[in-house]
């Protein structure tokens, strides 16, 4: 789960990250106002969405009065954002955050990310870090400093000052940059954190240093034991299609394709996925029904895919094991019966009561196409969504 930068923020100064002034608004007027608490001559409003490189597309906005920070924020609420972050459909902006604009002097990169090669939490900095770190490390990758934490241990101060000298900080501000990262990296592992990214980290003109972003990704199978950054969730930043099938028990990755899939585990769905490309097609989305699917869930994934306007056809692929086919055939029937559709649906079954499953889908009289094997499956609903494209030319090709 992701959250915003005000969020992150808050969470890392209760670390003892230092982070500037700054205060939440969810309309223009209360972003003049906060600007108007916060005082000073100079502030920054920035839009909050769950997605970094806001700065080159519009979405961090330096002002210098309360009227231009009402103007600011009047262009921002409501709109989508597209950063390269994003994709193309952009994110909605619906809170900003009005910050004292800092005096910077550096600015550097600091990353904690999860490495599966050392199965160890690893410290990215650069101490060129700001808007261009995509670029600088892409280009010149040796320049960016890589530390391994042992987790026996924990991340000890001599590390933090080996990590402080090689980014060029000089020795008056070495003990606030150990006491960032030591607060950064306990804000991970207390949390349940997969990811703690401040970039920029900044030194300011006044030895000072300050997160002036802050982006943190926390573990959903670890949220249980933290109902506080549970709460920090906003469904307006997610694919609605997903956060809908998480609030029903599935999981469902929204693709770019048109041919909607429904499977039972990560693994088949995988190959589902794979085996329609190979069979020439694009899916529409991954989406798992887990193990013990009743009918009612099952006829709730298929309302889930037909959902995505882009769903030209539906692929329903299950191989029961926990699972039983005549549940599963009878959620299909149930969903068709509710809501009858007017694109091609191929059904292959297999395992635990496989024969009932059969008979349910052959007395419903439903025009489900069927197949036995998985490449049968693929090809099948590949070439009835061509049919049906040939049929239907007004059909959006994807
Ligand atoms: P993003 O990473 O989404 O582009 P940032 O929060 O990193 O957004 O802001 C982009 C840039 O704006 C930063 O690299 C920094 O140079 C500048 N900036 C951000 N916040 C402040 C601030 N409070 N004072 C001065 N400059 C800021
Ligand atoms: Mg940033």
């Not at 980014?167 to 501000?173: D, S």
């Not at 094997?373 to 049929?391: F, G, H, I, K």
Request: with cysteine.
């Amino acid at each position: 789960m992701d959250i915003h930068e005000y969020q992150a923020k808050e969470i890392l100064s209760q670390f003892g990250v230092g982070i500037p002034q700054g205060a939440l608004a969810y309309s223009p007027e209360q972003a003049a106002y906060r600007a108007r608490e916060i005082g000073g001559e100079r502030w920054v409003v920035k839009a909050q969405i769950h997605a970094g490189g806001r700065g080159k597309a519009g979405g961090v906005k330096v002002c210098n009065s309360d009227h231009e920070i009402q103007a600011v924020t009047e262009d921002m609420f409501g709109q989508k954002l597209v950063t390269h972050q994003t994709g193309p459909e952009g994110k909605g902006i619906y809170r900003v955050y009005v910050e004292a604009a800092v005096p910077i002097a550096r600015e550097i990169y600091l990353g904690f990310v999860l490495d599966r090669a050392t199965q160890r939490v690893m410290i990215i900095a650069s101490s060129e870090g700001g808007m261009e770190i995509e670029d600088i490390s892409a280009e010149s990758p040796d320049s960016m400093i890589r530390a391994v934490v042992e987790p026996a241990v924990g991340l000890p101060e001599f590390q933090c000052r080996e990590i402080a000298f090689a980014l060029g900080i000089k020795p008056g501000m070495i003990q606030q940059m150990v006491r960032t990262l030591r607060g950064c990296y306990r804000a991970l592992r207390e949390l349940d954190a997969t990811m703690v990214e401040v970039n920029p980290l900044v030194l300011t003109g006044d030895d000072r240093v300050l997160a002036l972003d802050a982006k943190m990704a926390f573990d959903n199978n670890a949220l249980f034991r933290h109902p506080q950054i549970m709460e920090l969730r906003d469904k307006s930043q997610e694919d609605p299609r997903e956060s809908r099938a998480a609030d029903h028990g599935l999981s469902y990755v929204g693709l770019e394709g048109n041919i909607g899939c429904i499977v039972n585990g990560a693994g088949l769905a995988m190959a589902t996925m794979d085996t329609i490309k190979l069979a020439g097609g694009e899916p529409a989305n991954f989406l798992d029904i887990g193990g013990g699917a009743t009918p009612e869930r099952v006829s709730r994934a298929f309302r889930l895919v037909m959902s995505d306007k882009n769903v030209q056809a539906i692929l329903i692929n299950i191989f029961a094991g926990i699972n039983r086919c005549d549940w599963v055939a009878e959620g299909i029937v149930r969903a068709l019966r509710d809501e009858p559709i007017d694109v091609p649906v191929v059904v292959r079954l297999a395992g635990t009561n496989v024969e009932e499953g059969q008979k349910i889908l052959a007395q419903s009289g439903l025009p489900l196409i069927r197949a036995t094997t998985l490449m049968e499956a693929a090809e099948r609903a590949v070439q009835s969504w061509r049919a049906d494209q040939n049929r239907n030319p007004n059909l959006k090709v994807v």
